[in-house]
């Protein structure tokens, strides 16, 4: 008798349904398409970060800090952002003659591996214990960014000795008010930001800004000191920065600019006007004459006028001599205690740090006031806070 067999995938005779299957292994896996998905994610989620970087950039702006003063080496402090930090720490590891390694090699490497992976890597699983060498590369790799990140953010800053008269305070953290022999921290910045091609770097005609013994001296076009201390109108310095002539050496300065703002000229007559105050003698001690009219008002119209001066007073807040006695309205009271300006308002919301009364450092959002200006608004407290 024949015997006669069911072909595959036919019905057997006991009407019986049979299934066939395909082992996990040899089935074939396809992925999602890369056209038009994955661009049309990448699109979205890039569009939607963008927009919140804006938002953020709108909604709350960096402000403004202190001009940049490449002579301070004093506080510098040379670092990238932190997510370029473990490539900066690997110049602590491959320095002098192995620098390129660390800043051409290894970044290339990483950049060629990361390239290659979709060629060299054709594993479909998805489950960490199948994939044993992706998942410890990537954890070590991880590893080593943290590590780096970590010893670049925690390395301590380096103790630069400076090369510049300009730019320091002198030993104990403040400029005095007046007098001395050295420029103030906030001139300083000012020439160092746009007189120090020609006048720091270089010696043109003959005028070195670098030092207070170099302004004292003064040059060759206009001999004589470059500033009369306690009078800016007569020094030559301030001359030649204002918007109309003559000026002495019959050009205005910086040679064919950007020019000084009306707030940094007013910065350096500020100072020249503290260094040749007459003494006062307050609490016992020696200190320098203060104007409020002629020192103490010039800071407030560079620095504070936006927002507390010309009908405005924000906070409730005027910094005439007659609002600062009232006093604001966020802080109630008179700004100032005059002979005491450790225990002033006016003075406080001044301070580096935090805890400012009305919670802010003044003014908002910097640039905030030089050593030398708040030491002379202090020293106008502590004589008494006269309308002089």
């Known amino acids: 008798m024949a015997t006669t067999t069911t072909p595959r995938g036919l019905q057997p005779p006991d009407k019986k349904q049979v299934r066939i299957t395909v082992p996990e292994g040899r089935k074939v896996r396809y992925g999602d398409r890369f056209f038009p998905k994955v661009p049309f994610q990448a699109i979205f989620y890039i569009g939607a970060i963008f927009a919140v970087i804006i938002f953020l950039a709108i909604a709350s702006p960096a402000p403004l800090q202190d001009p940049a003063d490449p002579l301070n080496h004093a506080a510098i402090d040379p670092k990238p952002e932190w997510y370029f930090m473990f490539l900066f720490q690997l110049l602590k590891y491959f320095s002098g003659n192995f620098i390129v390694i660390g800043t051409v090699i290894i970044p290339t490497i990483l950049v060629l591996l990361l390239l290659g992976l979709p060629f060299y890597d054709r594993n479909w699983a998805r489950k960490v214990a199948k994939r044993p060498v992706a998942v410890l590369s990537m954890s070590g790799g991880m590893l080593i960014i943290i590590f ?8 301590p800053k380096p103790n630069f000795s400076t090369t510049s008269g300009v730019a320091t305070t002198p030993p104990g953290g403040t400029t005095p008010v007046a007098g001395g022999s050295a420029i103030s921290p906030a001139v300083a910045q000012i020439f160092s930001a746009h007189c120090a091609a020609c006048h720091i770097q270089q010696q043109f005609g003959g005028l070195n800004l670098s030092s207070y013994q170099g302004l ?8 004589g000191p470059a500033i009369v201390p306690g009078d800016h109108a007569k020094s030559y310095v301030w001359q030649i920065t204002q918007p109309k002539g003559p000026w002495p050496g019959g050009q205005r300065m910086p040679a ?9 000229v007013s910065t350096i007559a500020t100072w020249i006007d503290s260094l040749g105050s007459k003494p006062a003698t307050t609490g016992g001690t020696t200190a320098q004459a203060v104007s409020f009219k002629k020192d103490v008002q010039t800071i407030f119209s560079a620095h504070c ?8 007073a924000s906070g409730g807040l005027g910094l005439t001599y007659a609002g600062i006695m009232k006093g604001g309205i966020v802080v109630p009271g008179p700004a100032v205690t005059p002979g005491n300006h450790a225990t002033s308002v006016l003075w406080k919301i001044l301070q580096p740090g935090s805890g400012q009364p009305g919670g802010a450092r003044m003014p908002l959002g910097g640039p905030y006031l030089s050593d030398t200006q708040i030491n002379t608004i202090a020293a106008w407290i502590d004589q008494g806070a006269k309308n002089n």
């Open 216 to 223: 004292i001296k003064g040059g060759n076009v206009l001999p």
């Open 305 to 312: 006028a936006q927002c507390h001066l010309n009908g405005v």
């Open 256 to 264: 064919g600019g950007p020019y000084l703002s009306s707030a940094d």
């Open 148 to 155: 780096l990140t970590w010893g670049g953010v925690g390395f």
